[in-house]
């Protein structure tokens, strides 16, 4: 079998797994998108193993490796979506934006409150200090 | 002999290091009781800090009276460096000298001080800080005992400035009080701004002379330039007139009555204000080679001397009629030494010492028993405390100057020197000033009689104006005043030793009428009806002799309130511009920093792509630029 085939089906897999990581909405499908992405990569291990006809077959091995990953990978992603599920009743990516930095002028911090109110204007001209010993 | 004038010095100053860090603890080996426990509680000599105060300045009296009596023995000048401080141009020797002036206003400073200290014994006794006190009272006599003996003008000043601070710190005992820290304040700010004038004429009068050293700073001022010597004795003067409160600079000294009275009898009578006339009899040469310093001299001493004296006039309040009586009896003083009297000057200066002590502390013998400073509050006092009355009689007589106690002597002295310059024209000032300083002697004379007779009727005389027990207070108190009248009563006979200070009949005659003149208006005006101030015969004037002239509010709205709104101006253009502009930097770079953020929105899917196009843009340029 030529070696173009399997490629040509693993680039086309990782194309997919990219566009729907990049593209999906549902949490989900994200994380199916990189299954097929791992999977692409795992296609590709073992064509170029039996290409090369490997006798310790590192290809294959390595592919073992990947499987035992993206299981373990899953499992927390789920984990991790089931949880957004509860606490906020749905799985958009494109409203999840807790990572956004907020807006500079929508709320002061703490920090700034002094100086917020400071430049606010019209502030009134200190008393003078009496000093004392 | 040098060694025994730095030796009158050193005590005091260990004794002030001692007193502040252990003086306590000592009171505590002694078994005695702590300081803040009722008066009366606790034997003196159980009293840490009290012990650590007085023995320290017993010695230096000694040895300074030792000092005295050796150059009494062998007049002349002794001067010795201990080292010579190489400053790249004029050199600072440190050094002391001796000679006649120094040895017996040394002993003045050491007598004060050792009355003073005994008297806060039992005056302070209940205070707290009773033992930061006494520590303060012995750095003050060192400084002061610094500033007579020193033989260099920059160790003059050392002593000079740290009296400054010491006063600061005395009047502003009790700190709790607004009036006490706003008149420590107010002391500091005034002889601080004469002390700059005082330094600047140092450095000319050093650099013009080339040398620091006093005694060939007086023996060379004939050579110096007209304008050196002119500019450096009028800068000194500003320092003089500072510490010595005349008359530009004289407003710190009524308010300085807020510290305890102790403090003004050390204050007025030997170290802070004796100063000023001190260093100009020490450095009386370069004052006789310029004519104009000593011309301004007559005049601030003559405004000082008649202002300070109608105001004393007027005042309520026992212990501000003395401090007003300060400033003119040490205008006597420069007025003595403006007309050339220099040995008259420095008597009137001893004598001066002598009485003043003596009224302050039997004045606060007075506070202490009637609880309240005002004269109003006084009144018959005479009957139940009589060493009290009697003590306090010789000093105001001295005061006044009724012969024969010692301040008649030593004012008769100066007018006299004035009469003979303004008669016979002066070696050393013009006849104008001379002339001028001669009526205002005269017009003194009769003023001081006035308050004198005033303050004396109103607190012993009449009837009893308060509800206290009238006697005489703790023996300690008693028995220091006592002490005191007697120099205060007899010094005047040590000056019929020098020919210029003898009284003459002419001068004293018309003194001691215009003595009379005044005492005689005063108690007339205060027999029409003993209850009553007998300052109501001034009629519209009492308000501005009580005022003293409205000088502070003067000053409040030339300068005071000048400045406070500079600095509120300083500080709104530190908040608008200053701040403002740093700040503005800060947000400003935050808006521009806003401008790209728009990209960082929070969703992954965005930073992926962002990511996956910049690789395929790099592997695509690697690709076609290889």
Not at chain 1, 86 to 107: F, G, H, S, Y
Not at chain 2, 63 to 75: E, K
Not at chain 2, 86 to 94: A, F
Not at chain 2, 412 to 437: F, K, M, N, Y
């Amino acid at each position: 079998m030529h070696l173009a085939y399997p490629t040509v089906v693993a680039a086309l897999l990782f194309s997919v797994g990219v566009y729907g990581v990049l593209a999906r909405r549902n949490a989900i499908l994200v994380l199916m998108s990189v299954e097929l992405m791992l999977n692409a990569v795992n296609l590709n291990l073992v064509t170029f193993d039996v290409w090369y006809r490997d006798r310790l077959h590192g290809g294959q091995v390595l592919t073992l490796f990947t499987i035992v990953i993206a299981a373990a990978e899953i499992g927390l992603g789920l984990a991790i979506v089931l949880l957004v599920f509860r606490n906020r009743q749905m799985i958009d990516v494109d409203r999840l934006r807790a990572l956004a930095e907020e807006a500079p002028d929508a709320a002061p911090r703490p920090a700034e409150g002094g100086t917020a109110d400071r430049e606010a204007g019209a502030e009134p001209a200190p008393e003078p200090e009496e000093a004392s010993p | 002999m040098i060694w025994l004038a730095s030796f009158v010095a050193l005590p005091p100053f260990l004794a002030a290091f001692a007193g502040m860090l252990s003086g306590p603890s000592l009171t505590r080996l002694l078994r005695g009781a702590p300081a803040g426990s009722p008066p009366g509680a606790g034997s003196p000599l159980r009293n840490g800090p009290a012990l650590i105060a007085c023995a320290p300045v017993a010695v230096s009296l000694v040895l300074s009276a030792i000092v005295a009596v050796a150059v009494w023995r062998d007049p002349g000048t002794r001067t010795g460096a201990l080292t010579l401080v190489d400053t790249g141009s004029v050199p600072i020797s440190v050094g002391l000298q001796v000679d006649g002036l120094a040895a017996v206003v040394g002993l003045m400073v050491c007598c004060v001080a050792l009355a003073v200290q005994v008297f806060s014994v039992a005056y302070m006794s209940g205070d707290r800080r009773y033992s930061s006190y006494a520590a303060f009272i012995s750095l003050f006599t060192s400084a002061m005992l610094l500033v007579v003996y020193s033989g260099d003008l920059i160790v003059l000043y050392v002593g000079w400035e740290v009296m400054g601070i010491c006063s600061y710190f005395l009047i502003g005992h009790h700190w709790e009080e607004r009036s006490s820290s706003r008149a420590a304040v107010k002391a500091f700010l005034v002889t601080r701004l004469g002390d700059v004038g005082f330094l600047l004429g140092v450095i000319v009068l050093g650099v013009g002379a080339g040398t620091f050293q006093i005694d060939r700073i007086v023996r060379t001022a004939g050579d110096l330039p007209q304008s050196t010597a002119t500019a450096a004795a009028l800068l000194l003067l500003a320092g003089v007139a500072g510490k010595s409160a005349q008359f530009p600079l004289h407003t710190w000294l009524p308010d300085a009555m807020a510290g305890p009275t102790p403090i003004s009898a050390l204050i007025h009578a030997a170290t802070m204000v004796a100063a000023g006339i001190y260093v100009v009899a020490r450095l009386y040469g370069v004052f006789l080679a310029a004519p104009t310093a000593l011309a301004v001299l007559g005049v601030v001493a003559v405004v000082s001397m008649v202002g300070s004296a109608c105001a004393a006039l007027a005042q309520d309040d026992l212990k501000r009629v003395l401090a007003y009586s300060t400033i003119s009896q040490l205008a006597v003083m420069a007025a003595g030494l403006a007309v050339g009297a220099e040995s008259a000057a420095v008597f009137h200066l001893l004598t001066h010492a002598a009485f003043k002590a003596l009224l302050f502390l039997a004045a606060g013998c007075v506070i202490v028993t009637a609880g309240s400073n005002m004269l109003a509050h006084y009144g018959g006092l005479r009957r139940g405390m009589p060493l009290t009355f009697w003590s306090m009689t010789v000093g105001f007589a001295a005061l006044a100057g009724v012969p024969p106690f010692s301040g008649w002597f030593s004012k008769d002295a100066v007018i006299e020197a004035a009469q003979h310059a303004a008669l016979h024209g002066g070696e050393v000032t013009s006849g104008g000033i001379a002339w001028l300083v001669y009526v205002g002697l005269l017009v003194t004379v009769v003023l001081t009689a006035a308050y004198a007779m005033r303050a004396w009727l109103m607190t012993f005389f009449g009837e009893r104006r308060g509800t206290y027990e009238v006697r005489d207070p703790a023996r300690i108190l008693t028995w220091t005043v006592v002490a005191l009248a007697v120099p205060a009563a007899i010094l005047g006979f040590f000056g019929l030793g020098a020919p210029e200070l003898r009284p003459q009949l002419g001068a004293s005659l018309l003194s001691v009428l215009l003595l009379a003149v005044g005492a005689g208006g005063a108690f007339l005006a205060w027999n029409r009806d003993p209850a009553l101030d007998p300052a109501r015969a001034l009629g519209p004037v009492r308000t501005v002799f009580a005022r003293a002239f409205f000088v502070d509010e003067l000053y409040a709205v030339v300068i005071v309130r000048p400045v406070q709104a500079l600095a509120r101006h300083v500080v709104q253009f530190d908040q608008r511009r200053v701040d403002a502009t740093v700040l503005g930097t800060g947000r400003a770079a935050a808006r521009l920093g806003g401008l790209v953020r728009f990209v960082q929105n929070g969703n992954p899917q965005t930073y992926l792509t962002g990511l996956l196009a910049g690789v395929a843009l790099i592997a695509a340029a690697v690709v076609i630029f290889q």
